[in-house]
Nanobody, 123 residues
Framework: QLQLVESGGALVQPGGSLTLSCVLS????????LGWFRQAPGKEREGVSC????????DYADSMPGRFTISRDNAKNTVTLQMHSLTAQDTAIYYC????????????????WGQGTQVTVSS
């Protein structure tokens, strides 16, 4: 059974940085695209970034390029999200999700989800 576990969420000051990690287990890591999503209080879940099964293709939401970077380490079955210049608008529960091979921007396209990790940006 495929499982995803996120970690790295924390309280961080505005302008700060944070790195989130997600570990996949139960299946071959190389066959899955990994996406990051987030959900703020009172808002719908939205896509943040995604990396394809090979790592050759990445995708970011419009507000993310230059601030967020997604990467994967197949040897460790891990995908990471490096976040910089954080603002209060980045406060949310961050989820990693998996689907076979290719990225999608849509929540419904992902078959597997982690439990989420809380990121709070506040002074």
């Amino acid at each position: 059974q495929l499982q995803l576990v996120e970690s790295g969420g924390a309280l961080v000051q505005p302008g700060g940085s944070l790195t989130l990690s997600c570990v996949l287990s139960g299946v071959s890591f190389n066959n899955y695209a990994l996406g990051w999503f987030r959900q703020a209080p009172g808002k719908e879940r939205e896509g943040v970034s995604c990396i394809s099964y090979s790592g050759a293709a990445t995708d970011y939401a419009d507000s993310m390029p230059g601030r967020f970077t997604i990467s994967r380490d197949n040897a460790k079955n891990t995908v990471t999200l490096q976040m910089h210049s954080l603002t209060a608008q980045d406060t949310a529960i961050y989820y990693c999700a998996a689907r076979e091979i290719y990225c999608s921007q849509y929540v419904w396209a992902y078959n597997y989800w982690g439990q989420g990790t809380q990121v709070t940006v506040s002074s």
